[in-house]
Structures are given as C-alpha cells and as structure tokens.
C-alpha cells in the first residue's frame, strides 16, 4: 500500500512538472515573439522618422537644419545610408529583418548600433543630407 501511494505520487508529480515544463515553453516562446515584434516597431519609427525628416530638410534647402530623437532598439547589425535609402538591419529569432525608406536626397553620415535614445542632427547640403549624432 505504501508503495502504491509513493507511485501515485511521483505519477502526480511527474504531471505536474510536465504541463510546467510546456508552460514555461510557451511562455518563453511568446516572449520572444514579443521582443522581435517591439525591435521591429522601434526600428520603423526610427527610419521612418528619419527618412521624412531627411526629405523635409532637403526641401527646404541650405542651410535647413532638425534634431530629432531616435530611439535604436537592441539586436541592430547595421544601419546604413546609400543610394538613397535608410536602411537598419534587425537581428530577430528567425533571422535578419531589413528594414527601409526611400528618401529623396542622398544621406551622408554615419549613426551607432548601440542600443539606446539619440539626438541625431540632420542639416540640408546642396545636393545630400548629412547626418550624425548630436
């Protein structure tokens, strides 16, 4: 009888764990999904933000001058500005996600990929936009 009720128990235990063990997956799982989804969000608003703000300088002319403030997720590879496009490259779960905008000006500057909030200065030039860190 003892016997029967240590088996009962390590049975009980043992499912316990178990439906635990799929939880914590799930959960881990989700966050995940969340994190990729978040780097992806702040990477669009940072380019966005910079490739209108770029187009709105470079309409007005030199000596056209904005700060803006961006916010680099973690998990950014590369942020690069060539032939006319904004591009950060974002490291997720599945693999890296570019992300992009087409500008109408040339954008000539260099920006970190450390994580953090940036006060980026974006001055007008004959024929391109410069850009850098403030």
């Known amino acids: 009888m003892k016997a029967q009720v240590g088996v009962e128990y390590l049975i009980v235990t043992g499912i316990g764990l178990t439906l635990m063990l799929i939880s914590v997956g799930y959960l881990y799982s989700t966050y995940q999904d969340y994190s990729d989804e978040n780097k992806i969000s702040l990477a669009k ?4 933000k910079i490739g209108e703000t770029a187009d709105l300088v ?17 998990g950014i590879q590369e942020i690069s500005f060539s032939n006319k496009t904004v591009l ?34 974006l001055s007008a030039e004959e024929d391109y936009v410069n850009i850098s860190v403030v």
């Open 45 to 48: 608003n940072s380019v966005n």
């Open 58 to 74: 470079f309409s007005q002319g030199p000596p056209a001058k904005m700060k803006i403030e961006i916010r680099i997720p973690k």
């Open 88 to 121: 950060f490259k974002v490291d997720t779960g599945p693999g890296v996600n570019d992300i992009s905008y087409n500008t109408v000006p040339q954008i000539v500057g260099h920006l970190p990929t450390n994580r953090g909030n940036y006060y980026v200065s």
